[in-house]
């Protein structure tokens, strides 16, 4: 990945543009075209098919530098690059060249559907089916809580084709958003966070053919999984972004800042509020480390690491930009500065790729089971 490039972007379209964004509650797709050119959307693509083949420990630096100057737009960027990935790997190399080099473009926009209204967390009992009928499946169902939703032009439906089988029976789709038969709804009003496009669909008699499957039963599920695993470290790091901007916002505001004939930065208790949170920070940092490691490894315990780490980083950063917004005063309220923004996106990151709740699930089962 070209540092300067991805820093150019940053500075050039995220940083000036992204309190407008929030304001407006949608980004423009010329925004993904530009990170197209960055190379923002081809970064676990092999380098045979234009991308940067990045280990998930690059990605984590990647993502956190974007999470810097906005967590949803970051976000956005974690299923489009895992939708290109899968394409690349996964596909007949007819579906890798109708939809890969506009994928890598960023005039395609991706997206995962995998969460249901009545199904969030267990995801093996999604009730979205896909019935075989000749030589065309018929996709019927509704997902919810989709990144992208408001703007995806190509999705991967997981939907359920032996009824009953559960996560055995679970395949991957590859649907057009604008194929006959497939609704966007609205996007969510949210507290914040609104780059990540997030919404749902809702799926009507769908045609597809053969060549969308794109994975099959016994496969689609065991792949969703290790995806969501991949995206809770990237959660992770986008947590540590938003943490260390708030940390330098308030740094900057303590040196800067005079009350009562003294700087702030030389009142004790401010001091270390702060220091709590740089530690915090680091420990997210490095948890995070751990769980990019073991996937980049293949441990056979990543998944307890990912958990950690996720859990971790999401109170941490959480607890810290609300320490942070306390330095500023009501004057962290306000739009011109960024701390409500990163904290809406501190809560998002609770839910997102499993909730704060699953991964206690996890590393309890870990621990007692």
Known sequence: MDEARLAQFIESEIEPNVAQWER???????????????????????????????????????????AYSDMGFAFALVPHNNLANAIARQATPAVKSRYLPQLLSGDVIGAFLLTEPEVGSDASRITTTAELNGDRWFLNGEKSWVTNSNRADLLRVYAQTEPGSGAKGIAAFLVDADQVGV?????????????????????????????????????????????????????????????????????????????????????????????????DLNAARGLTEIAARSIDGDESDSIIHTAHAKKFAARAATRGIEQCMQIFGADGLLQRHPLARHLAGAKMAHYLDGSTEVQNLLISKALLD
């Open 24 to 66: 407006d509650r949608h980004v423009p797709m010329e925004i993904f075209r530009k990170a197209g050119q960055a190379g923002l959307c081809g970064l676990m693509l092999p380098i045979e098919d234009g991308g940067y083949n990045l280990s998930l420990q690059e990605l984590v630096s990647v993502f956190e530098k974007l």
């Open 183 to 279: 609704t966007r709804t609205p996007p969510y009003d949210m507290l914040g966070a609104h780059a990540t496009g997030a919404g749902g669909f809702v799926f009507t008699q769908v045609e597809l053919q053969q060549e969308q499957l794109l994975s099959p039963a016994g496969v689609a599920y065991p792949a969703a999984m290790n995806a969501i695993g991949l995206a809770r470290v990237l959660v992770a790091a986008l947590c540590a972004g938003i943490l260390q901007r708030a940390l330098d916002d308030s740094v900057t505001r303590l040196i800067q800042r005079h009350a009562f004939g003294q700087r702030l930065a030389d009142k004790q208790g401010l001091r270390w509020m702060l220091a709590d949170v740089a530690t």
